[in-house]
């Protein structure tokens, strides 16, 4: 049973950084594809960035300014937020593709001064 729990979220203001955390249980993060998805009130979840063993890629509005990582000893993903702006306000979601799609429950960030 594959389990995924994230925390980081908060509010901050624009311009600011927040790290995001992705404890994954039931798979190995180094060994599966892991990413950070979001979604906004009235809008469609989208791909904020994934890592596997092939590299990282990231959606085009946070190229340059979000940082996707993993750590194997803490079977951990980390999603390093900086320069954030009143658009990057959303629910958060880490991601595992192993065979099957598994998502975690989501934390919030909000962007605002």
């Known amino acids: 049973q594959v389990k995924l729990v994230e925390s980081g979220g908060n509010l901050v203001q624009p311009g600011g950084s927040l790290r995001l955390t992705c404890v994954a249980s039931g798979v190995k993060v180094t060994n599966s594809v892991m990413g950070w998805y979001r979604q906004a009130p009235g809008k469609e979840r989208e791909m904020v960035a994934r890592i596997s063993s092939g590299g990282s890629i990231y959606g085009d509005s946070v190229k340059g300014r979000f940082t996707i990582s993993t750590d194997s000893a803490k079977n951990t993903a980390y999603l390093q937020m900086n320069s954030l702006e009143p658009e990057d306000t959303a629910v958060y979601y880490c991601?595992?593709?192993?065979?099957?799609?598994?998502w975690g429950q989501g934390t919030q960030v909000t962007v605002s001064s």
């Open positions: 991601y595992n593709y192993f065979g099957i799609d598994y």
